[in-house]
């Protein structure tokens, strides 16, 4: 008699619960951005999203997403759309939505489990560019940035305590022996890869010195380092070479760095000379990436079969892509087998579910993006290194994007940077001056002291 009653009102809190969040996620920004990056973090550690079973799988990602959904899309009905930015990214989700609408009656469930991670970065982004955005919402954003990738670094040293310790099972570890120091997948690790970026740019910008905070920059780098993944290394690289490119005062201060360097010296070689590490991070650089079974091989193979089937399809998948649910089989040549698996490129993946009207409309609001904001930064009026480094952050994922598809956690750079380019645009040389310094990357773990 006692299960009814407990049954309704578990479902009538539920849904007082829900109303909150909705009417929360469309007042006030920072609950959405701490949603997004309290769900990254839960997941990271959980290494899954939490299921809930209702006939479908519903993971705590898509309830975060959808109440984020349903405030973007709300307050899009009543926003003006002047700005060519905000009519290619709503573009680029209308060809996402017609592919996957599409591909339901086909592959059903298959096609939403697809279409999940296009959703998630598509209305993440989304939700970014049509709410208030005010100096208390971009400081907590910032700030939300330091400590989400401070609690990252906190996890990875926790695994690999647990593996040097022998404690309990590592589940977190890939199947590959060289791979038992990635205890973070490669979305992790390059956010992680961001935040070092605005953490080192904050610094060089500081008045003075701060030894605690290039303490703290140091270990995110050699965090980065051991976590091996190459792509995320390569895209460290790109961004700090392409910032030191456009931004004369960065080079000037880069001597700052000496005691960093000389830290991550004083760390590496004990580790390098007393352990496995050495050994994993030159297999992982040098040993890997030219042999047969490389990674590297599986993805060009990958990529080239996977382009070459949709260009034999015909013009409505030229221009819309595959539906959604249709899976990505291929035969495999150098390993004689067939396989069904992301081929490893979201420029790919993008093209096979979106097709050329996907990748124009995603591209195209990337290089206006980043046209404005190169702008911003080479003008000679104030100080735009806030412009700067948001460029380089996009232009950091434009080269991860070549091997993997990126997280949700990525919607938050792309709305930022789509977001910062879109008011820029509206402002005058100085007023844009002025705004841009109200987005200077003060995070609080890399805090100046």
């Known amino acids: 008699m006692l299960v009814l009653p407990i049954l309704f009102g578990t479902v009538l809190v539920m849904a007082i619960c829900v109303v909150f969040l909705l009417f929360g996620v469309t007042r006030d920004t920072r609950l959405g951005i701490a949603l997004i990056l309290g769900e990254f973090v839960l997941e990271t550690w959980s290494l899954a999203p939490l299921g809930i079973g209702l006939g479908v799988n519903l993971f705590t990602t898509d309830l975060v997403f959808l109440s984020i959904a349903f405030a973007a899309l709300a307050r899009t009905a009543f926003h003006r759309h002047s700005d060519p930015i905000h009519w290619l990214w709503l573009a680029f989700g209308a060809v996402l939505f017609a592919s996957f609408i599409i591909g339901l009656p086909t592959y059903k469930t298959t096609a939403g489990v697809e279409f999940r991670q296009y959703f998630y970065i598509w209305v993440g982004a989304l939700y970014l560019l049509v709410m208030p955005m005010g100096e208390k919402e971009w400081r907590f954003l910032r700030q939300a940035m330091g400590w989400a990738a401070a609690l990252l670094v906190a996890i990875a040293l926790y695994r690999w305590a647990v593996g040097a310790f022998g404690i309990g099972s590592q589940p977190w570890l890939e199947s590959s022996e060289n791979s038992r120091f ?7 690790a390059v956010f992680l890869a961001q935040v070092l970026v605005l953490g080192a740019v904050f610094h060089l910008k500081s008045s003075g010195l701060s030894l605690a905070g ?5 270990l995110l780098a050699l965090c980065i380092l051991v976590l091996q993944h190459r792509t995320v290394w ?15 005062e960065v080079r000037s201060k880069a001597g700052k760095y000496s005691l960093m360097l000389l830290f ?11 352990s496995k590490v050495s050994d994993t991070l030159y297999h992982a650089a040098v040993v890997e990436p030219f042999s047969r079974d490389s990674t590297l091989v599986w ?39 067939y396989v069904d698996a992301y081929p490893h490129s979201y420029y790919v993946t993008t093209l096979l579910r979106a097709g050329l009207l996907g990748i124009f409309t995603l591209l195209s609001a990337y290089y206006m993006a980043g046209f404005r904001l190169t702008k911003a930064a080479t ?3 104030g100080e735009h290194w806030g412009c700067r480094t948001v460029m380089v952050l996009l232009f950091g994922q434009l080269v991860f994007f070549v091997s993997y598809n990126p997280g949700f956690v990525q919607a938050i750079v792309i709305g930022l940077g789509l977001r910062m380019a879109i008011e820029l645009g509206k402002k005058s040389p100085m007023e844009s001056a002025a705004l841009n310094q109200r987005y200077s990357p003060t995070i609080p773990v890399y805090r100046h002291e």
Not at 214 to 218: E, G, P, Q, S, T
Not at 234 to 248: C, E, N, P, W, Y
Not at 304 to 309: C, I, P
């Open 182 to 188: 990635r205890v973070l997948n490669a979305n992790q």
């Open 214 to 218: 290039n303490w703290k920059l140091a």
């Open 234 to 248: 390569l895209v460290t690289i790109v961004s700090f070479g392409v910032l030191a490119l456009v931004d004369a």
């Open 264 to 274: 991550l010296i004083a760390v590496a070689v004990p580790i390098a000379l007393f």
């Open 299 to 337: 993805r060009v193979e990958s990529w080239l079969t996977s382009v070459l089937e949709w260009m034999r399809a015909g013009p409505k998948e030229w221009l819309i892509g595959f539906p959604f649910g249709k899976g990505f089989y291929r035969y495999l040549e150098f390993k004689r087998t």
């Open 379 to 381: 003008n000679p009026w």
